[in-house]
């Protein structure tokens, strides 16, 4: 590894579902999304993933993940230090980390950040709304498939 790091392109930053890795190395992604629509608040996600891959660049750095409240400063989340590791600049670096346990309290734009060595790299809307049920559904049946109510 060289002894200049040269700080990488953050190439994806994916919230999802689930994620799973075949035999061959390939992840996939399940449930995307950059909106979260419910019946009701407090709601709690009991796993969300996310998903980053660095390229073109060579060294060691951390990466950290938080998603922040609609007042753009509170974290609701924070992520663990997670080390990127680029041996070349033609290597890539997957990192997928479970957030556990996320409790949505209020309606509102929250903010997804990725920071690479304390460096804001990424930051991107994630939409929380309340929408009505529809008729002959109550209570929290409305819900998406694995979120509770609170």
């Not at 689930?18 to 996600?45: S, T």
């Not at 060294?59 to 041996?87: A, H, W, Y």
């Not at 346990?101 to 309340?130: A, C, M």
Request: proline share 11%; with cysteine.
């Amino acid at each position: 590894m060289t002894q200049n790091p040269m700080a990488p392109d953050l190439q994806s930053a994916i919230l999802c579902d689930d994620v799973r890795q075949e035999r061959n190395g390939k992840f996939m992604l399940i449930g995307l999304f950059d909106a979260i629509m419910i019946p009701q608040l407090p709601v709690r996600y009991p796993r969300l993933f996310m998903v980053t891959r660095w390229c073109s660049g060579e060294g060691e750095f951390v990466q950290n993940s938080r998603i922040l409240k609609p007042d753009q400063s509170t974290p609701l989340v924070n992520g663990q230090k997670i080390p990127v590791r680029l041996p070349s600049p033609e290597a890539t670096a997957t990192n997928v980390e479970v957030f556990l346990n996320v409790e949505f309290q209020e309606e509102g734009t929250h903010w997804v950040e990725i920071l690479l060595d304390n460096d804001l790299k990424i930051r991107y809307p994630l939409r929380v709304s309340i929408v009505k049920p529809q008729p002959g559904q109550q209570g929290h049946g409305n819900l998406p498939p694995g979120m509770m109510p609170a």
